[in-house]
C-alpha cells in the first residue's frame, strides 16, 4: 500500500520568507500528485497537479516538483503572505487513478 | 459551474442511528471519490465511482457502509448503526476522466454520533 509522509508536521515562519514543504511517497508507480491547502473545517482546495511523466508546475508564487525515482515531492511558496497560513497535503495518485493517498499535511504559519 | 457541494453540512446522530450523505459533483465529470477525514490527518480514501459504476472500494467501507451514484450523477453515502468512531469529516471530490485532470473538492459533511 502506498504511504505518504510530509515533513515538517508544522512551520512557522515570518512574511516574506520562502519556504519548501516537503511530500515522500513508497510506490513511485504513482498516477499524478496533487497539491492542497485546506483552512480549518473547510475542504480542500487544489494547488497545483504534476502529471507522473512530468517533473515541475508553477501557479503564481507557487512551484512544485516532482522526482518519482526518489518518491519526492516538494512545494516551494515564494515571498509567503499571512493568507497562506494554512494546512498543506499532498495526495498522490495509484497508477490506476483509482485511489489516492494523502499525507497527514504540513501546518503553515506566516507571522506578519 | 458551482463546484462540488454536499449536503448535510452537520449533522449530529445518535449511536445507532443511519445517517445519509449527499454530493453533487461538477456536471462534466464522470469520477466521483468520497474520503473521511479525522481531526489532524490527511483524508481517508473510501470508495471510487466512474459514472454510476462503484469500481474501488477501501476496506475502510465496512458493510454498514454504502454508496451509489444512480444515473451517474450526485452520489450518497449512508452509514447504518453509526457508531462513535464513525465521528468525522466526510469529503466528496470529482474529475474528469485521465491523469490530467485535477480533484475537485466539496465542503465536506460534518458528522458527530452521540
Known sequence: KQEVTQIPAALSVPEGE????????????????????QDPGK????????????REQTSGRLNASLDKSSGRSTL?????????SA?????????????????????????? | DTGVSQNPRHKI?????????RCDPISEHNRLYWYRQTLGQGPEFLTYFQNEAQLEKSRL?????????????FSTLEIQRTEQGDSAMYL???????????QYFGPGTRLTVT
Open chain 1, 18 to 37: 520562502n519556504l519548501v514543504l516537503n511530500c515522500s511517497f513508497t510506490d513511485s508507480a504513482i498516477y499524478n500528485l496533487q497539491w492542497f491547502r
Open chain 1, 87 to 112: 494546512t498543506y497535503l499532498c495526495a498522490v495518485g495509484a497508477n490506476t487513478g483509482n485511489q489516492f493517498y494523502f499525507g497527514t499535511g504540513t501546518s503553515l504559519t506566516v507571522i506578519p
Open chain 2, 92 to 102: 466528496c471530490a470529482s474529475s474528469q476522466s485521465g491523469f490530467l485532470y485535477e
Open chain 2, 13 to 21: 446522530t445518535k449511536r445507532g442511528q443511519n445517517v445519509t450523505f
Open chain 1, 43 to 54: 475542504g480542500l482546495t487544489s494547488l497545483l497537479l504534476i502529471q507522473s511523466s512530468q
Open chain 2, 61 to 73: 467501507l465496512s458493510d454498514r457502509f454504502s454508496a451509489e451514484r444512480p444515473k451517474g450523477s
Open chain 1, 76 to 84: 516551494y511558496i515564494a515571498a509567503s503572505q499571512p493568507g497562506d
